[in-house]
């Protein structure tokens, strides 16, 4: 038994790789999903159900657009200063690691990013709370969850300016009130589906206010308007995150699928701050649950812990080089057994080497 802690592309329901090699071979009268026309009406009932799936888990209220498009939140970076920001105009900026600084750093083209708030002193250990967002910018821009360091915003700010936020790791995975965001995007790979997809929900009052004239691939409105087959869309991709969030909606959807992430991060937190040979690297209040970053007391431990949790069926837990030591993922496919394997394996590790 593998347990995949991997922080994206990551697990997704076994049901779903199932169902989703079944369509290879066939979906449609013996035909491939890989090789029928995206504009067969079978395939427009898969986008049509993937769009009403996102609206219907994250009750994505009327004024509203859900749209399915490529080149992942990388691309969103610098989509929404294009979509958003007037010639020179100013959009406010939270920096809490490397994403958001790579949103960050797209804005240049259009404006200037405020950074209004910044953890890069403390190696975006904590999430900023004290900043005002000035009233004439353009918009304000936030990461949901910091996924390389493991920390995450449980609160937004209220602010009359319009509120854009990148969750492509923790979309899903909680309940949000959508209504107090302006545009939410996030790359599939994650709790949504495979690589290759990327989801934004715009309200649809905010288009149109840059007076600039946008390249056709990459203006959120013509995507609405052509009913996100503007082109030929990532087929595949979509396809399985339709199956994807059915899963969820069988689960009974975010809500019950944020206990089990509150169970299983809790249960991973507790095991971190009791053993004696690891330790957690973020400020407690603002620690992820879907990314779970912790080193070892004694670093030299460190590579002989991961082989041993590697021999032992977990995958995955490598921190990202700018952290180190570990992470653990535990997005909602990953059953909370899986927490429990490791849990177990930090206690065996621990009585061995004390
Ligand atoms: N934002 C966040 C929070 C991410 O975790 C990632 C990828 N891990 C990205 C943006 C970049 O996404 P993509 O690779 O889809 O461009």
Known sequence: MRHNFGAGPCILPQEVFKQASQAVLDFKDGLSILEISH????FEAVVDETVKLVKELMNVPSGYSV???QGGASLQFAMVPMNLLPQGGTAAY???????NKAIKEVKTFGTANIVASSKADNFTFVPKDYTIPEDSAYFHCTSNNTIYGTELFSFPETSVPLVCDMSSDIMSRVIDVSKFDLIYAGAQKNIGPAGLT?????????????RSIPSMLDYKVHIDGGSMYNTPPVFSIYVAMLNLRWLKSKGGVAEIEKENIAKAKALYAEIDRNPLFKGTCAVEDRSRMNICFVMENPELEKPFLKFAEENGVEGIKGHRSVGGFRASMYNALPIT???ALIELMQIFAEKHQ
């Open 94 to 100: 939270l920096e809490t690691g490397v994403w958001a």
């Open 39 to 42: 504009r067969t009406p079978e």
């Open 199 to 211: 989801i934004a929900i715009v309200k649809d009052e905010i288009l149109g206010k840059s007076g």
């Open 338 to 340: 899986s927490v429990h």
């Open 67 to 69: 749209v399915l498009l």
